[in-house]
């Protein structure tokens, strides 16, 4: 029973050891590099055609409901069926108009037949007329020889029975004056109506949409805030656009460019593009188009932003589709045979001056650095620093404890992203192609690789360094020394909203307009390093387990440390946002 308690309580140990076992912390470091430069600047933008057919809802008075739809991204023939409104109402509009003109028939047959009764009526009067005035003229011969009153008489009588036959003869042409009118009034309305029944059938025939043209069907938005597209059940207004059938040989990328670098870029600049959707592969380009005036940035109105447009050098119809999500990088000028270092080993960055933490054994030195043009990645260094030196993506004047250098591994700093510029004739070649290390060999400056014999030597205690450190008595003074076990912590947005809340709202905005969860800052430490550079903010070190090749290849270290002693490097679980820099 004894025994049996015994190897319980061992097991339990085993199992406790397991689960606080610590797990190797990493910090990066990087060189300088030499090289061709290229200073760049980033925007964000959607992709749209060149040139595009606009298909436009129905235009006739009042609105069109759509009933049927092609799926969008269908690929269609020209005279292809695209899409159904519906017309129902339009189906009434044509009964009601020829129950019209029905009307209208039967009104025009009436009146014809009343104008022949008129017409008879007339004739019948004028004929009277004229019987009496042919016997007054018969009179008249008679009354010759009769008294002069007599005579006067028949006179008046006569001259009565002429103006009763003028009388007769007015009123037929007056009549036929006016059937004409009425008649020509009538066969007008006949033919508004006739003309308005064609319209509403024209105005069904014109509810049955087909393609104009052979091409990619792209729904428009009916919202340019929402950005939501049109769907079946949608009234549209009169003329509005809903589809579009772009021409895919030729694309553009439409961005918008803030304020404060509209001044950087002119008509005409290379850039290089990289879609969300195909992140592997890049397009090349020149800006077509910088817009004059300044508008409020959507979704953000305190931010003001120009419109700009780059054209797209390479015809990809299999894969560049309207709408898709951009990232250009303008390239604004070129500085050939340059130094330059990664943006995150800067600190205390002012307009051109910042500070570098130098790795040396057991200490970290700092060094004052004159700054120049930069990119997303790199910035040019015009002060001189040591050969073949390490620098360190690490501040330790912001950390709230110190932490012991020996017990990190160190890992070769990786840019957020591998750049593929091009020149001005064709944009073909890599922008950093022939970058290479500072007084060694060839490299790729934008992934720069150390080879296990290039690390840096396991670091020691400053206290121990004696007089074999590297560091001289005129430098001590600028070096850092370290004792403590670093303080684990998770990157966590409440956390900063309580503790420095007006870095809070920086980081909340920058989130926003970049579509940044704080879930992908915790996952990707790329974004979150970009987050702060941009933010100007001090960059922490990089915690992170190390790959099982780097596991491999720090094993020998790992046992001579066990062999003097050292902890065992401990890995923290997460990343921590910098403080801005004091």
């Not at 009388?167 to 006739?194: C, P, Q, V, Y």
């Not at 330059?340 to 790795?359: A, M, S």
Request: glycine fraction near 4%; charge should be positive.
């Amino acid at each position: 029973m004894k025994k049996n308690v015994l190897l319980a309580a061992a097991a339990i140990a085993i199992i406790l050891a397991g689960c606080t076992k610590k797990k190797e912390n990493m910090l990066l470091v990087a060189d300088v590099k030499h090289g061709d430069f290229y200073e760049s600047l980033t925007a964000t933008g959607n992709l749209d055609a060149v040139e595009s057919i606009d298909v436009l809802a129905p235009n006739f008075l009042g609105s069109s409901t759509l009933i049927a739809l092609i799926p969008e991204g269908s690929f269609v023939e020209k005279g292809e069926k695209i899409a159904q409104f519906d017309t129902g109402w339009l189906d009434d509009q044509i009964k009601n108009t020829d129950d019209k003109i029905l009307n209208a028939g039967y009104d025009m047959d009436n009146y014809l037949a009343n104008w022949q009764e008129t017409i008879i009526a007339l004739s019948n009067n004028l004929s009277d007329k004229e019987t009496a005035l042919k016997a007054q003229e018969y009179s008249q011969e008679a009354l010759k020889f009769a008294a002069q009153m007599d005579q006067e008489k028949g006179k008046l009588d006569y001259i009565k029975a002429q103006r009763g036959v003028e009388d007769a003869l007015s009123k037929i042409k007056l009549g036929i004056l006016n059937n004409e009118r009425m008649i020509r009034s009538k066969k007008d309305n006949m033919k508004k109506l006739a003309a308005e029944r064609e319209m509403h059938s024209t105005n069904i025939s014109n509810c049955t949409v087909y393609s104009p043209a052979k091409g990619l069907i792209v729904y428009r938005t009916k919202n340019p805030y929402t950005k939501e597209k049109i769907k079946i059940g949608d009234t549209l207004r009169r003329g509005q656009v809903y589809i579009t059938i772009p021409d895919l040989e030729k694309m553009k990328v439409l961005m918008d460019v803030n304020e404060v670098d509209i001044h950087r870029i002119r008509n005409g600049m290379p850039c290089s593009m990289v879609f969300d959707a195909f992140p592997d592969r890049t397009y090349t380009g020149r800006l077509t188009s910088i817009g004059s005036l300044a508008r409020a940035k959507i979704n953000n109105a305190d931010i003001m932003v120009f419109d700009v447009t780059a054209s797209v050098n390479e015809s990809d119809e299999d894969r560049l589709r309207p709408g898709m999500s951009a990232r250009v990088d303008i390239i604004i000028a070129t500085y050939k045979n340059s130094d330059f270092i990664p943006l995150d080993t800067v600190f205390n960055k002012t307009d051109d001056k910042g500070i570098v933490f130098e790795l040396r054994r057991g200490s970290l030195k700092k060094h004052e650095v004159t700054l120049g043009p930069k990119n997303d990645d790199f910035v040019i260094i015009r002060s001189p620093l040591p050969d073949n030196i390490k620098l360190v993506l690490y501040d330790p004047v912001i950390e709230e404890s110190t932490f012991k250098l020996d017990q990190y591994t160190f890992k070769n700093y990786t840019p957020t992203k591998q750049k593929s510029m091009s020149n001005a004739a064709g944009m073909t070649n890599a922008i950093v192609s022939n970058v290479r290390p500072r007084r060694a060999a060839a490299t790729n400056a934008m992934a720069p690789k150390m080879p296990p014999e290039e690390a840096p030597p396991p670091p020691q205690m400053a206290a121990s360094a004696g007089p074999s450190g590297d560091a001289s008595e005129q430098g001590k003074e600028n070096e850092v020394k370290t004792n403590d076990k670093p303080r684990r912590r998770t990157f966590s947005l409440e956390q900063i909203k309580q503790s420095r809340p007006d870095d809070y709202k920086k980081i909340e905005a920058y989130m926003k307009e970049n579509k940044i969860t704080e879930d992908m800052l915790k996952s990707d430490r790329a974004k979150m390093v970009k987050m702060f550079s941009d933010l100007g903010f001090a960059q922490r070190r990089t915690n992170a387990a190390p790959t099982n090749a780097e596991a491999t290849n720090n094993a020998p270290a790992n046992a001579a440390s066990a062999k003097t002693g050292t902890a065992k490097p401990e890995s923290p679980k997460s990343e921590t946002p910098g403080k801005e820099a004091r």
